[in-house]
Structures are given as structure tokens and as C-alpha cells.
């Protein structure tokens, strides 16, 4: 019977050779097998979901360790890693010693500017891994210098019991590649490089790192299962396209606690075939919100159930709150069990919106309507102010009729242009049930003067 050493160096010399599709939710296929619709687990009523998380109250720091032994330390600087000197070489030799190692790793990048060219690091690993990020990684500012393009720049995939910490920084430098991006009116727009891309990784802690100035998405977590993001910092302009701090697709138990994103797209967005994915104690802002979707866009994607967003504020976003699916997509699938509250809104242009009629840039047909099933959504304890004078938005499918929907508290304060006041809501194709008290009144007629919102 071959080793576990040997078997593992033989799926990592498979990973390398075959994982050179991107792991990322655009590309329909990817992932764990598929639960056939309706076998999926049973929907959980709004409030008995399994409770939040504390503050504080997560495992600790680093992965489950060996009982009896200490990690060994493997410093990029012993593998000929210098400042100015591409640190990929060294640092691919120290990921394949640690994946074979049966006793726990500590991988150091220590204090100091390291440039990165692009690295993938594949496992399975026999022992946990921690990687140790002191420094500052920098990417080339030049997107074509990329080695391979069709990749990521840094990647991470096959890995469990995986830990990233030390207060360091992956610096994109993203600039000069923001300014090419033309994405917004050409859909076949040459693709960019993501900071951090996750792949079927398990078990697995990110805490106390900063992704900076990212080309593309920031962190993108595909086919993942318990992993939690801590005390994570994303930083970018407001105006960098196509950033999004943390993208979540086909993966389970994903938690992004105690942090701060700012950047130019959704400070998380969630993709298909997620479940389990809590967003609690975070600052978001500049940023697009928190997005479930875009959904609808491929005929093969999954259902999405169970997403708790808890303590959150948005400062100066575009979105607070927000569900969007396509409007002529060929995907039927099911959005519930999703839970917003205790939200704080600062000068927000959407606060709490469900769009079925997404259309970036016009790029798709609105005279079909969304064939997704949106149901069981609660909205609680919203407050704060908006800069747009629709506090609530709940355009819902005239195909599939939105469900179970139940708004709670909610204080909105309009603070825009008083020409465009007074604050409103606009619903449409949905019957909300309502606890507590809603400033402004949620579907209710428009104050006189304002048309009456659509049926």
C-alpha cells in the first residue's frame, strides 16, 4: 500500500498538472456533486436559525496542532528569498516540504517588501500549515506580467487545517490595471488576476491580513467548507471596478467576522450553492454592500439557503442589504431562509433592496421575467440615513412572486437633495408581512405629490 507521504505528492503533482480552470462562480461545473432539486436540507424558519457567533468566540489562533509537537519554522529567507528577488521559487519549495511534513509547519514571510510574481500551492497537506505573513507581498502593477494569465496570483487549493495570519499585507497594485479595465462596456474585456483565489480548502482560519489595491476580486472562496475570516482587513479605492472584497460560490459554514472592507465593489458578495454563510461585526464602506448574486445568469447554478448577516455597518455605499438576480436568465433556483439585522445604514444610496431585475450596463433582456424563487427573507433592525429617497426596495419577480418575506424595525432618515425627497419604498410582486414600526412606511401609497409605487 503506497504511503500517505507518496500518495500525497502524487495528488499534488496531479493538482498542478490539471487545476487550470479558474475556481471561480462564472464558470458553471466547478465544485462538489450537486444535490438534486428539493433534496437539499430542510428550509429553517426566520428567528430559529442556529444562533450567531459572539464576538470572540471562534477557535483560536492557528489550526489544530499535533499533540506533543511544535510546529517547524521554515523561513522564505533560508530558500533564498531576498528583498527586490521574486520570492515565488522559494516559497513553492517551502509549500511542497510542508505538505509532506507529518509534523505541523509554520511558513514565515517575514517584516519587510517581498515582490510575488504569481504563486499556486496545491495540497493535500499531512499536517497542519500555518502561513505567517509579516511582510508586505507585492504583485507586478503590470497586469501582462502575469505569468500565466488564466490564473490568479496567489492560489491556494486541496487544503485543510490551513491558517494565514501575522498583519501582513497582499498588495495587488491594482492601479494601472483599474485603468484598463473596460469590463462595463465590453463583455469579452481581457480577464484580470484576483489577489487571493481559495479552492476546496477546509478547516481553514484568515485572520489579522490585509488584501490591498487588488487587480479583481480581492478573495475569491469557491467549493470551501468552514472557513472563517477574522479581524480581515480589504482595501481599496471606491472607485476600483470589479473589486470585490470577498466573493463565496458553492461552499458551506463560511464566516467573515470582526472586520473592515473597503473597496469599489461588494464588500461580500455571495454566490450559488452556498449555505451556512454568516457576515457578522464588519464595517463596509466605500463599497456596493452586502450582494446575494448576481443570480440567473447560467441554467446549471444551485440553490442558496441559509445566509445571516448580523451587525453590520455601511458607510457612503452604493447598497446596503442586497439580493439581485437577472431578469432573462435560464437558472430556476431557490434563494431562502436569509437573515438581515441589527444594520446600520450611513449615507447609504439603497439601504435594503431585492432586485429581480438586475442589468449591469444593459447587458441583458428585461422584457423576460426572473425565474428565481426568492422566499423566507427577514429584515430587522435596520437604521440610520439614505441619500437616495428609496429606503426600501422590493422589486420581485412577476414570474415567481417573492414569499414569506417579513420586515421588522426599520428608521431610515432621508439626508439627499430635498428636491428628490421624501423618502419612500417601492414594491412590487411581493406581500411582506410586518413586525414593529417602518419609517418610511414599507409599501406603502407615496406621500402626495409622488407617484403611487408600482404593483
Known amino acids: 500500500m503506497a504511503s500517505k507521504a507518496a500518495v500525497g505528492v502524487a495528488t499534488i503533482l496531479f ?53 506533543g509537537q511544535a510546529p517547524c519554522l521554515k523561513d522564505i529567507t533560508k530558500y533564498g528569498a531576498a528583498p527586490g528577488v521574486d520570492i515565488a521559487q522559494a516559497l513553492t519549495a517551502i509549500w511542497k516540504e510542508a505538505i509532506a511534513s507529518p509534523v505541523p509547519v509554520q511558513i514565515l514571510i517575514p517584516p519587510g517588501n517581498w515582490c510575488l510574481s504569481q504563486v499556486k500551492l496545491c495540497g493535500p497537506s499531512l499536517a497542519p ?60 474585456c481581457a480577464k484580470l488576476p484576483m489577489n487571493l483565489s481559495f479552492n476546496f480548502i477546509n478547516h481553514t482560519v484568515i485572520r489579522d491580513v490585509t488584501t490591498k489595491d487588488s487587480k479583481n476580486f480581492h478573495v475569491n472562496c469557491i467549493s470551501s467548507h468552514n472557513v472563517t475570516f477574522q479581524r480581515f482587513m480589504v482595501s481599496a479605492p471606491g472607485e476600483s471596478p470589479n473589486t470585490d472584497g470577498i466573493h463565496i460560490g458553492r461552499s458551506s459554514q463560511i464566516t467573515v467576522i470582526d472586520s473592515i472592507i473597503q473597496t469599489g465593489d461588494d464588500c461580500v458578495s455571495i454566490g450559488d450553492e452556498t449555505c451556512e454563510i454568516r457576515v457578522q461585526n464588519v464595517t463596509c464602506g466605500p463599497g456596493h454592500g452586502v450582494s ?33 438576480t437577472w431578469p432573462n436568465g435560464p437558472a430556476t433556483l431557490c434563494i431562502n431562509n436569509i437573515h438581515f439585522e441589527d444594520i446600520i445604514v450611513d449615507n447609504v444610496s439603497n439601504p435594503i433592496i431585492i432586485d429581480q431585475e438586475y442589468c449591469p450596463w444593459n447587458q441583458c433582456d428585461r422584457t423576460q421575467a426572473s425565474s428565481i424563487k426568492i422566499s423566507g427573507v427577514s429584515v430587522k433592525n435596520v437604521r440610520g440615513t439614505a441619500n437616495s429617497c428609496e429606503a426600501v426596495v422590493l422589486s420581485c419577480s412577476s414570474a415567481k412572486p417573492c414569499e414569506a418575506i417579513e420586515i421588522g424595525d426599520v ?43 408600482a404593483a
Open 129 to 188: 500549515i500555518d502561513l505567517v505573513v509579516q511582510g508586505t507581498v507585492q504583485a507586478s502593477p503590470d497586469p501582462q506580467a502575469l505569468p500565466d494569465k488564466e490564473c490568479e496570483w496567489i492560489t491556494i487549493n486541496y487544503i485543510s487545517n490551513l491558517t494565514i495570519y501575522g498583519g501582513g499585507v497582499f498588495d495587488g497594485m491594482g492601479e494601472m490595471a483599474w485603468k484598463q479595465n473596460d469590463c462595463n462596456k465590453n463583455q469579452k
Open 292 to 324: 446575494i448574486g448576481s443570480m440567473g445568469k447560467f441554467a446549471n447554478e444551485k440553490d442558496v439557503n441559509g445566509i445571516y448577516v448580523q451587525n453590520v455597518t455601511f458607510k457612503g455605499t452604493q447598497n446596503g442589504v442586497r439580493i439581485k
Open 15 to 67: 493538482c498542478i498538472s490539471v487545476f487550470e480552470f479558474e475556481a471561480n462562480a462564472q464558470f458553471p461545473g466547478l465544485g462538489p456533486p450537486q444535490v438534486p432539486p428539493g433534496q437539499g436540507p430542510p428550509l429553517v424558519p426566520p428567528g430559529q436559525g442556529p444562533p450567531l457567533v459572539p464576538p470572540g468566540q471562534l477557535p483560536g489562533p492557528g489550526a489544530p496542532q499535533v499533540p
Open 411 to 453: 428608521d431610515i432618515t432621508y439626508v439627499g437633495d430635498p428636491v428628490y425627497g421624501p423618502i419612500k419604498t417601492k414594491c412590487s410582486n411581493v406581500q411582506p408581512t410586518f413586525v414593529g414600526r417602518q419609517n418610511p412606511p414599507v409599501c406603502a401609497p407615496a406621500p402626495p405629490g409622488l407617484p403611487a409605487p
